[in-house]
């Protein structure tokens, strides 16, 4: 398909579809939190996820589990802890704190938290565009953010942000400490693995501080069929779709088409949750995608 002199193939559309899949599940997220605690609804997805897997495996790559060593099953397990668990606890919040288009417009930090984390963890290299890319998408989030009354009594809340920005840096840390391993590893049981170390630690995390280890419980809530729809779309179709859009095109033009993610959820939280589109907003929003394109593009 192609508009005007823009061709637009099956990836391309994929790519832009997981992004609206993903932010779709973000406001899903937002509503069901009105009603369920943080851990309970993260333990509910997470378990879901890890359900809806099995069959997928069935279908995909086999249920016979690849051959691994300790550490690469110890990286997978320790990704899901960070990148899935923890990630989305600290994002769940942050949806709770500020709603749901300042965390979206938070997640631009995803790209160039990889991009710093690969320098010291892999040992890549930055260039200058790269660290310029990483500067607007900070100066970015921080327009977003900025306010001038007391941090402490000012809505939106500053913790929220740092909640967001935690949730984005857990989620990329689980990505990148996982990269070197995951090259001969079939796709879909890095998925499985990786949903197995996030719903045990979620499980001992809820059994340390005591509070319920029935992940069916947080669909006795109200809020219970936005929490189905967003752990449907968010955590497991749009990974499928994500992968699709990866085979279908080239990973620079798949990763920038999915950075369009938090437009969607400005846009979504503006239509559906009556949230603010303020000057402040779109201003910040585009310096941060600015920087997106800035550093994926010199990243490839």
């Not at 300790?70 to 769940?92: E, H, N, R, T, V």
């Not at 938290?113 to 200058?128: D, K, T």
């Not at 998408?137 to 953010?145: A, K, N, R, T």
Request: glycine share 10%.
């Amino acid at each position: 398909m192609s508009i005007g002199d823009i061709s637009i193939g099956l990836g391309e559309v994929l790519s832009l579809l997981c992004a609206l899949l993903w932010a779709f599940a973000v406001i899903c997220y937002r509503k069901a939190g009105d009603h369920i605690n943080v851990s309970a609804m993260n333990l509910f997805k997470i378990s879901l996820t890890f359900v809806l897997m099995i069959p997928t495996l069935y279908l995909t790559d086999g249920l016979t589990p690849p051959h691994l060593t300790a550490s690469q099953w110890g990286l997978l397990l320790i990704s899901g802890f960070f990148g899935i668990m923890l990630a989305d606890l600290f994002y769940l919040r942050a949806l709770q704190l500020i709603g749901a288009g300042l965390t979206g417009l938070t997640g631009s930090l995803y790209s160039p938290f990889v991009v710093f984390l690969s320098f010291f963890y892999l040992g890549e290299r930055l260039n200058s565009w790269q660290i310029m890319g990483m500067a607007l998408v900070i100066v970015g989030v921080l327009v977003i953010s900025y306010r001038k009354k007391s941090m402490t009594i000012e809505h939106p809340p500053i913790k929220g942000f740092i909640f967001a920005a935690l949730g984005v840096f857990f989620t990329a840390l689980g990505i990148v400490i996982i990269k070197p391993v995951t090259t001969d590893i079939p796709f879909f049981w890095i998925i499985f693995i990786r949903t197995i170390g996030g719903v045990v630690t979620m499980f001992l995390f809820n059994m340390i501080l005591g509070k319920n280890l029935n992940p069916m419980a947080a669909m006795k809530n109200s809020g219970k069929y936005w929490l189905l729809a967003g752990a449907f779309l968010g955590q497991y179709l749009s990974t499928m779709v994500w992968v699709a859009g990866y085979k279908y095109t080239s990973a620079s033009v798949a990763s920038i088409l999915n950075e369009t993610a938090s437009v969607f959820i400005l846009i979504l939280g503006w239509l559906i949750l009556k949230e603010d589109m303020t000057k402040k907003k779109i201003i910040g929003a585009m310096i941060s995608i600015l920087g997106v394109l800035v550093v994926l593009q010199m990243s490839h």
